[in-house]
């Protein structure tokens, strides 16, 4: 049975070429390091949920020190990716690239002492058992740090959120704030917390707008063709106003497994 695939190469070039070589997600190493804010990796086990093409992983490695990062996603092309960078970063003994299927994680319990991810729980729709598994995997005392994009409610999108939603096409499972926290707090974990990043990523959104749109548009069609460029500019036109509302409001999650 052939596999549907929703990052292939054309997407992963275009996602690429807007948010920087190896990152499937917006704001780059700077983001990154927000979402890692305190967190210390030197010498740690880490687990990237949906590391995508993987320049995360050698960012906790090679600036971060962490001893080893398990990388997995559930498609292949972003997995070649991944390892391939990894290799290419000379860090092919500290990064480990599994693709999985989706569900429990083939890991055995206090397995690592972070588990990272971002911006790939969206796509995980059942957040409770996600929840649970991190918490399983993570030892006594270990820190999930992650970046998502929720919704601020979980009852019907209005209009507005739901065209978007339907644009997008990447099986989104978006969930609330509330959720995401009842779901952290039934698996067993303290210090939970969570920032909204709707304020930052509507003002990049509505820069990446404009440079797909604007002056630059032709180079981008040249490059990625103009249908789906046209396509990407009618997904941000109707993301940028569910942004600024706050029904499209990316988050910080985090949580401790109690010592
Ligand atoms: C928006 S990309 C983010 C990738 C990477 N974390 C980054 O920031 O560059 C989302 C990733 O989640 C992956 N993904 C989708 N469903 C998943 C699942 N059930 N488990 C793990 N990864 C998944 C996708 O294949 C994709 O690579």
């Known amino acids: ?15 690429e070429e807007l948010w920087g070589e190896g990152f499937l997600s917006p704001g780059g190493p700077e983001e990154v390091e927000r979402v890692l804010d305190g ?23 090679r600036d971060h020190g962490a001893a080893h ?61 996600l929840a649970a598994e991190v918490f399983r995997v993570l030892k006594p005392g270990g820190i999930f740090a992650a970046s998502d994009w929720l919704r601020a409610h979980d009852g019907a999108p209005s209009p507005e ?3 978007y939603i339907a644009l997008e096409a990447l099986d989104f499972a978006m969930a609330s704030p509330a959720r995401y926290r009842a779901a952290l707090t039934a698996a067993g974990f303290v210090d939970v917390a969570l920032l909204d ?22 180079t981008w069609e040249a490059r990625h063709g103009a249908e789906f460029i046209a396509h990407q500019i009618e997904t941000w036109t109707a993301m940028v106003p569910v942004l600024r509302s706050g029904e499209h409001c990316p988050h910080h999650i985090r949580g401790r497994k109690p010592s």
């Not at 049975?1 to 996602?15: A, P, T, V, W």
């Not at 967190?39 to 993987?54: E, W």
């Not at 990043?197 to 707008?209: G, I, K, M, N, T």
């Open 161 to 163: 959120m739901a065209h």
């Open 69 to 129: 990062v398990t990388g997995i996603d559930v498609e292949e092309p972003v997995c070649a990716a991944a390892r391939a960078r990894a290799d290419a970063a000379g860090l092919a003994g500290k990064i480990t690239i599994d693709k999985v299927t989706p569900g429990p994680f083939p890991y055995a319990d206090h397995s690592f002492d972070v588990v990272f991810s971002k911006d790939s729980i969206i796509h995980i729709p059942d957040k409770e058992a």
């Open 197 to 218: 990043r709707s304020p930052w990523y509507s003002q990049v959104a509505a820069a990446e707008l404009e440079e797909l749109s604007g002056p630059r548009r032709a």
């Open 1 to 15: 049975m052939s596999e549907d695939i929703l990052y292939d190469q054309s997407h992963i070039g275009f996602l």
């Open 39 to 61: 967190v210390d990796l030197a010498g740690a086990q880490v687990l990237d949920i949906g590391c995508g093409s993987g320049a995360i992983a050698v960012l906790m490695v």
